[in-house]
């Protein structure tokens, strides 16, 4: 083709006919600059479209990352729900005496000594530039403090996590045997929610101890009250942070949807 076009320049040059030749070059020129913003075009056109799908997949895929954090934090929030209610139960104990039943007493204690931990996805869009797909601000904006506003919940976790361990199931041990409450932990299929299969149900009995519990030393000290008092106050705390959390999974799930709404 170019060399056709070649030949015809060359052919009104030797006719001498230079104002044709003009008109020819300067037309050609304009002929290819024509076809290179045509290619230009569909080449920014193939990319939009390329652009376009990858933040498509990008949200959908964030979209099930929430629904996926958004329900385990409730699960926790739900397990800090029973550890305050048995707290108070287990308070409301030490404070009407009259009121105790001691057949519940080991499946209260269960519910204080668990830790439940919300650990998220955490996509790393921010860290591989793929944030970049998104064009709305606001999501932009909140899946980049994401990561930071974790902390707020898990700081809790971590700080009833260490008291738990160093202070609240020593003082257990040392007042009153701990195999009955362990055995109850299990019987009551205390663990179904931390288990990544849920609705597994193990059967594992270690049986109650024989020697007998003294409920009535454990009520009577004032250690023990301080220890549901902390439990109670760190669930709380918690949940008012995963609260917060859950409104920000929320308000990410309904830019996200509108947005894959738009792109449809």
């Known amino acids: 083709m170019i060399k056709f076009f070649r030949n ?13 030749y003009l008109k020819y070059a300067v037309g050609e020129i304009i002929l290819v600059v024509i076809g290179i913003l045509i290619a230009l075009q569909i080449n920014n056109w193939n990319e ?20 996926s954090n958004r329900k385990q934090l409730e699960e926790k929030m739900i397990i800090r729900n029973n550890m305050i209610a048995a707290s108070f139960k287990l308070l409301n104990y030490i404070d ?5 039943h001691l057949d519940s007493v080991n499946s209260h204690l269960v519910q204080t000594l668990l830790v439940p931990t919300f650990d998220p996805v955490v996509n790393d869009i921010i860290s591989s530039g793929r944030i970049q797909l998104l064009r ?3 999501l932009k904006e909140l899946l980049t403090l994401w990561t930071s506003e974790i902390i707020q919940v ?50 594992f009995n270690i049986k109650n101890s024989r020697a007998p519990t003294d409920f009535a030393n454990l009520f009577e000290s004032p250690e023990f009250e301080n220890h549901l008092a902390v439990c109670a106050t760190d669930a709380k ?16 799930l309904e830019i996200i949807t509108q947005e894959l709404k738009e792109k449809q």
């Open 8 to 20: 015809i320049r060359h052919k009104l040059l030797d006719e001498g006919k230079t104002g044709k």
């Open 48 to 67: 939009d479209r390329k652009e376009q799908a990858e933040a498509i997949a990008l949200l959908s895929q964030l979209h099930a990352e929430f629904e």
């Open 96 to 100: 009407h005496p009259e009121k105790r």
């Open 136 to 138: 709305n601000n606001r």
């Open 154 to 203: 898990t700081e809790e976790e971590v700080a009833w996590g260490n008291y738990k361990l160093n202070s609240y199931s020593p003082f257990l041990t040392k007042v009153i045997s701990t195999r009955s409450i362990l055995n109850q932990y299990w019987q009551e299929n205390a663990m179904e929610t931390f288990y990544l299969d849920k609705g597994t149900t193990v059967k």
């Open 237 to 252: 705390i918690a949940n008012i942070q995963s609260l917060s959390l859950k409104n920000r999974i929320n308000e990410i």
